[in-house]
């Protein structure tokens, strides 16, 4: 239903007409009005005839592939409203999920799929995607922002916590912070807390996920930070799956004013799940020829991935380290602006990471800390990104 009270109208392109009967049955079950489409041809012009709220597009059909579907449709739709697709694909692999939302998918499912897991991204695409009119009397949703290291020991991490830090004590935002490593997660190292703790494996392990079972999962840190730990041990990070992780943080959306996720270098299928759900991603970077190639491959894969040039911030660490390439150089070689800058005190990062104290508990009034005070005052002045902002523009010439 939409938020009008209305049925959803969902038009499913398949060309397979088992598939077609599976689909229809359970979208009806649940209130969803169905058309049908057999091939991209007829797909296309039942979208041009009347768009409708949500598309399942399947990759493989007669006359025109999924593919070029999404492609013409984006090409087409200018002002009118996004319709979100949903591609449908047998191909596992990351790069067939690549290509499908670089031809402009917004979500992707891999056959056979739960009806669960099916509605409950109809669910997440039709709120996201409602017209603004319709969002004005739900309760205001926390805002999620990601950390990413363009390459390890940056800083990322040390950012993250201290960042979560300020917000709530300083700014007096309630925080929850994820610590999306999931093979090789530091913040019970950082924070001083031991293997016990519960983690993110206690909520995907759990027969369903409410705001009760967090509150029993999340560790509130001496800081009031909240805390969902990334498991004990690598082995059992195959169990968080995209899908897991994306119920979850909506859950903690609710609950917190700020969810801050810390993930790892990975362009896997959970971080681009992040990337999705994150209204910013912050780039941890610092002034060195390894780490500027490394955010000018991850800046030309977000392009490739039509993220909004607002959604992506450059976060130079160690501004004032002598690293024989100053701020200008690297925007230089990068052709676009550093957004945020935290200066150098190595040892005291190091210091503090070693007594699993942050500085922003400890030392809140340091060069360093008063550096990430300012950073976080700006992402808590940062509007969110309205829809339709500028993209990714190509590398061709200095900002």
């Not at 038009?11 to 009967?21: F, G, I, S």
């Not at 705001?211 to 509130?220: F, P, S």
Request: charged fraction near 25%; glycine fraction near 8%; proline fraction near 5%.
């Amino acid at each position: 239903m939409t938020a009008t009270g209305m049925a959803a109208r969902i038009l499913v392109v398949d060309d397979d007409p088992n598939v077609q009967r599976l689909l229809t049955y359970t979208l009806k079950q649940e209130g969803y009005e169905v058309i049908v489409a057999g091939d991209g041809a007829d797909g296309y012009k039942r979208w041009a005839a009347e768009p409708p709220s949500l598309m399942l597009l399947d990759v493989m059909l007669p006359k025109m592939d999924g593919y070029q579907v999404a492609a013409k449709i984006r090409a087409e739709e200018g002002k009118t409203a996004h319709v979100p697709i949903i591609m449908l694909t047998a191909e596992s692999d990351i790069e067939q999920k690549v290509r499908g939302l670089r031809a402009g998918a917004d979500d992707y499912l891999i056959k056979p799929f739960h009806s669960a897991e099916l509605l409950a991204r109809i669910k997440s695409l039709l709120a996201r995607f409602a017209p603004r009119e319709l969002l004005m009397g739900r309760p205001p949703m926390g805002r999620v922002v990601s950390f990413y290291g363009a390459k390890g020991g940056v800083g990322t991490t040390t950012i993250a916590i201290n960042t979560a830090i300020a917000l709530h004590r300083e700014l007096g935002r309630s925080v929850a912070l994820v610590d999306g490593n999931l093979q090789f997660g530091d913040h019970r190292v950082f924070l001083d807390l031991g293997l016990d703790r519960k983690s993110v494996v206690d909520l995907v392990t759990a027969p369903s996920v409410d705001a009760e079972l967090i509150k029993q999962v999340i560790v509130r840190h001496d800081s009031g930070v909240g805390l969902l730990l990334a498991p004990p041990s690598p082995e059992t990070a195959e169990l968080v799956s995209a899908e897991g992780l994306s119920g979850i943080m909506g859950q903690l959306r609710s609950m917190y004013d700020y969810v801050l996720i810390d993930i790892d270098k990975r362009l896997d299928e959970i971080n681009l799940q992040v990337f999705d759900m994150a209204e910013i991603v912050f780039v941890v970077m610092t002034a060195d020829l390894s780490c500027l190639k490394n955010v000018r491959l991850l800046l030309d894969t977000m392009r490739t991935l039509n993220y909004e040039s607002a959604k992506v911030q450059l976060v130079l660490n160690r501004s004032n380290a002598y690293t024989g390439i100053n701020v200008k150089n690297a925007e230089g070689a990068l052709k676009r602006k550093i957004d945020h800058q935290i200066v150098n005190e190595y040892r005291s990062s190091i210091s503090a990471l070693n007594s699993g104290a942050p500085f922003m508990f400890t030392k809140a009034d340091s060069l360093l800390g008063r550096a990430v005070l300012e950073f976080a005052r700006a992402i808590d002045k940062t509007a969110p990104a309205p829809q339709g902002a500028a993209q990714l523009a190509p590398a061709t010439s200095p900002t």
